[in-house]
């Protein structure tokens, strides 16, 4: 199997997806301006409290207060405080970490409001996003990933993954790590570290020990809070970090910085990757080029189908997200009833397990299959799931087939669900129901072409326009492009998008930057 990584780059938003021979099979999407990553650290204050959860809420800036429990705190929280107060008191010299105490371990039986009151400062990391009406989650035990090793100050015990089997390695990692680690920081070791030798640990180990240095120096510094004084890395670095792995064939980038930022990455981490990362350059949207735009398209949305006619059926509610199986316009199978609900279900296992990593599902999901008579069909399509399921990272856990056919899924939240809308909004009528004649469609763009060249006087632009519609303005030798280029310049560039609706254009300057020259007086 090999694996390419597409990021799409685009002024407001990063898309990345992750294809496997060349079928999507994760996507993440996120706009640029949003700050509120799982991993940042925050400098803030407790807001308020409340007894009766045993927790408090923290202000870090988002228009929810953050959620605290007290087992949250951690144990080391009094060796973290008492840092933090060494830290801040003296503003030009960063108090060393060698030399704090650790202080004794915090109760788990203990109450919020003996150890926290409103307005006292924290540090805490965001552990979940904020999805639907809550604000983030937190935690006030620190931790800083890297591609081999899990950072944890005010700890002084190195964990190995319990994915490495082999007793030797494991004993061999920990000493390693005994051996290299300073005073009151902890280690986990992640299952990439097996077989690794000990100069590319310590070169990772530096650069997370320099993250807490920046960390600190940065809360030192603080003078308004809510401050992030630490901030997880891109997303698309931060994603590569998680599913880096050999099997990678190209990491194609459409953008200059974020395509030198996963260089210098993989460079460090892999030096004899660096040359599957790419810069494309193509005159195509880079989604469109490498099909994901209609993989998109035909994935999301509440009806998905597979093979032979088959489909599903995904409800997204508050508490959990819902799936019906059906077996739809499927021919019957020759071998029964049975054969066909039971070929029809293994194929739903496979689709689900895909769109569980494609839209990042998280909490409880409730599959509802075509009923099988007999138990070991019912074996045979648990047993698909859960091998489908090995490739997800989200921790999860499934259970057998109810009585009622019910399939159940616990999988890992840490940020909302991906939902694309696939539905698309008519450009050209804004809902009114009416339209211009589509024949006057080329007409509209050359009225547009000319504001732009005659009246604001911009020489190059491309239009992007549904492919369909491409095709027409170049079709024949005298083609309608050819005939704008002689009357505009040969700035006018037509480039065909599978993400627009048929009547739907864009225009775009010389940097990639949309011109908005869409007006709703054109629907009338």
């Not at 109450?111 to 006292?120: A, D, E, F, T």
């Not at 989604?287 to 597979?306: A, E, L």
Request: some cysteine; charged content about 25%; glycine content about 6%.
């Amino acid at each position: 199997m090999t694996s390419e990584v597409v990021v799409d780059v685009q002024p407001k938003e990063i898309s990345i997806a992750l294809l496997e021979d060349k079928r999507l099979v994760e996507f993440q999407k996120e706009g640029l301006s949003v700050s509120f990553a799982v991993g940042n650290v925050y400098l803030a204050k407790v807001k308020k409290m409340m007894p009766g959860l045993n927790a408090c809420f923290v202000n870090v800036g988002y228009e929810r207060d953050a959620f605290l429990h007290y087992l949250d705190l951690g144990p080391q929280f009094n060796s973290y405080q008492k840092y933090l107060k060494q830290v801040v008191s003296d503003r030009k010299k960063l108090y060393p970490m060698a030399k704090a105490t650790m202080q004794p371990e915090l109760d788990k039986e203990g109450s919020v409001q003996n150890i926290l009151q409103p307005g006292q400062e924290v540090l805490v990391q965001v552990v979940k996003e904020p999805i639907s009406t809550k604000g983030p989650r937190l935690t006030c035990e620190l931790s800083f990933p890297g591609r081999y090793l899990v950072l944890i100050p005010f700890s002084d015990k190195v964990s190995v993954s319990s994915k490495i089997k082999s007793s030797e390695e494991r004993a061999r990692l920990k000493q390693l790590l005994q051996s290299i680690k300073p005073k009151n920081f902890g280690v986990i070791v992640r299952t990439v570290a097996e077989g690794k030798r000990v100069a590319e640990l310590d070169t990772e180990l530096k650069i997370l020990l320099k993250r807490w240095e920046d960390t600190m120096t940065k809360v030192q510094k603080a003078t308004k809070l809510p401050e992030l004084v630490y901030e997880e890395t891109s997303r698309t670095v931060a994603m590569l970090r998680d599913l880096f792995n050999p099997s990678y064939e190209n990491i194609y980038i459409n953008d200059e910085s974020v395509f030198n930022e996963v260089k210098d990455y993989v460079t460090l981490i892999a030096p004899e990757s660096a040359k599957i990362v790419k810069k494309y350059t193509g005159k195509l949207p880079i989604f469109d080029n490498f099909d994901i735009t209609k993989q998109i398209k035909s994935s999301f949305g509440k009806t998905v189908s597979y093979k032979h006619g088959a489909y599903l059926i995904i409800e997204h509610t508050e508490a959990l997200h819902v799936v019906d199986v059906n077996s739809g316009n499927r021919a019957k199978s020759k071998d029964g009833q049975e054969a066909n609900a039971l070929d029809v279900n293994l194929g739903a296992a496979d689709e689900l397990a895909r769109q569980l990593r494609l839209r990042d599902m998280g909490g409880i999901i409730v599959v509802d299959f075509i009923d099988m008579n007999l138990a070991e069909d019912r074996q045979k399509l648990y047993e698909r799931m859960c091998e489908n399921m090995k490739k997800d990272r989200a921790r999860h856990n499934i259970l057998p087939l109810s009585k009622f056919g019910l399939m159940q899924i616990t999988r890992q939240r840490v940020r909302p669900v991906m939902d694309v809308n696939v539905e698309e909004t008519c450009p050209t009528c804004f809902g009114k129901g009416t339209i211009k004649s589509s024949y006057l469609f080329t007409d509209i763009l050359e009225g547009k072409i000319n504001t732009l060249v005659n009246k604001i006087g911009m020489k190059q632009f491309a239009l992007h326009v549904h492919p369909y519609v491409a095709a027409y303005i170049n079709q024949g030798f005298l083609s309608l492009k050819r005939k704008w280029q002689m009357k505009y310049g040969f700035g006018v560039k037509i480039i065909p998008s599978q993400k627009l609706a048929f009547l739907q254009y864009e225009f775009y300057d010389g940097n990639g930057q949309e011109i908005d020259m869409k007006e709703e007086v054109d629907s009338k």
